[in-house]
């Protein structure tokens, strides 16, 4: 690139740039994995070692059958429990057999087991505690998402991976979590293949509702072909991650912008936009998840090392305004020429 070439790239960014971040919301307000208005006072409570509100939403959950709530529900109160666990030794003291505070507590047993160096092992020891908290689940998924991410760790053969998804999508044939479980398992970082995974998430989108998160089961498909880069795997096509991207947009759109929902999937949707450079589409996607980061996709480094996600998050929408300012005309300012020979010039 020539010097010039350069200078004028530099003049760019510095007069388009403000306009161009018009539409995200400033860094200060940008929030990493806020919890919804229905969770943030169990967590304010379990803070205080009150564990009534979290007993009393997961109940919620489990008698109206909001399966997906109660995933992310468990998982967050899981993560909380991981650094501040005396809530939780309340409840269960006070409610030994409280389902709820059971499978957050194998959450927990099994989070901590995962980051353990005798992972396997560990996990092999949780093999009873996953099983009966499953099988007392007539109805309730979670526990079966819960017992294929214990199978995966725990390298369990494919036919037991098999017998628990059947479990699983018997109770809820189009559970999120229970997808994405799958997807793991299926994918080349475990026991399968980029096509089998790709195949898998095509099919499960295929079949899901249109408002369904399983429709963004392909781009977390091309999310982790990306992460292998650049040992694409040569049977899957690489224009496949941009049709990937674009089902995810068509979903996205569903929604209103702001909206906590579908969070991460718009996180881990502008993640792979911005690794494509469709620099306008991740300008848009920044835009409707306004203030509501993800620690996935923007937390997980290459190999081993962790990132932080929220310096990651406002890195990349300060890459989307960066480049689409370089690639704008210096004078383009929407409203005609401005300079010499326009008016007030020489």
Known sequence: M?????????????????????????????????PDERLAPALVAAAL?????????????????E???RDRYVIRLATFAYSRDDWLTHWLSATPRDPDALLVTAQLAVRR???????????????????????????????????????????????????????A?????????????????????WYGSHRAAVDFAEQAADDAAPD???????????????????????????????????????????????DPWPAEVRNLLAYVLVERARWE??????????????SFPWGAGRGAVREDPLRRFLAARDTVR?????RTPLWATGGGRAGRGGPGGH
């Open 169 to 189: 999508v018997r109770r809820s044939p189009h559970h999120y979590g229970c997808h994405v479980a799958a997807l793991k398992y299926l994918s080349a970082q």
């Open 67 to 69: 399966w997906e709530d």
């Open 212 to 258: 369904s998160l399983v429709r963004a089961l392909p781009v977390r498909a091309a999310y982790d072909l990306l992460r292998v880069a650049p040992d694409r795997d040569p049977s899957v096509p690489e224009a496949w991650t941009d049709r990937a991207a674009d089902r995810a947009l068509t979903l996205s759109a569903v929604f209103p912008t702001g």
């Open 281 to 294: 589409e991740a300008r848009a996607e920044f835009g409707r998840i306004g203030v509501h980061a993800t």
């Open 322 to 326: 960066t480049e689409l300012a370089r």
């Open 2 to 34: 020539s010097l010039l070439r350069a200078l004028r790239g530099v003049v760019r960014s510095a007069r388009h740039a403000p306009r161009l971040a018009a539409g995200f919301v400033p860094d200060d307000d940008v929030l990493l994995d806020a």
């Open 113 to 167: 087991a995962w980051e353990s160096p005798a992972r396997a092992e560990r996990l092999r020891e949780l093999t009873p505690l996953v099983q009966t908290m499953a099988e007392a689940a007539p109805h309730d998924p979670v526990p079966w998402r819960l017992a294929l991410d214990h199978a995966r760790g725990a390298h369990a053969g494919p036919a037991v991976f098999e017998s628990l998804w059947e479990q």
């Open 49 to 65: 070692a009150d564990p009534e509100p979290a007993a009393k939403l997961l109940a919620t959950t489990r008698d109206a059958g």
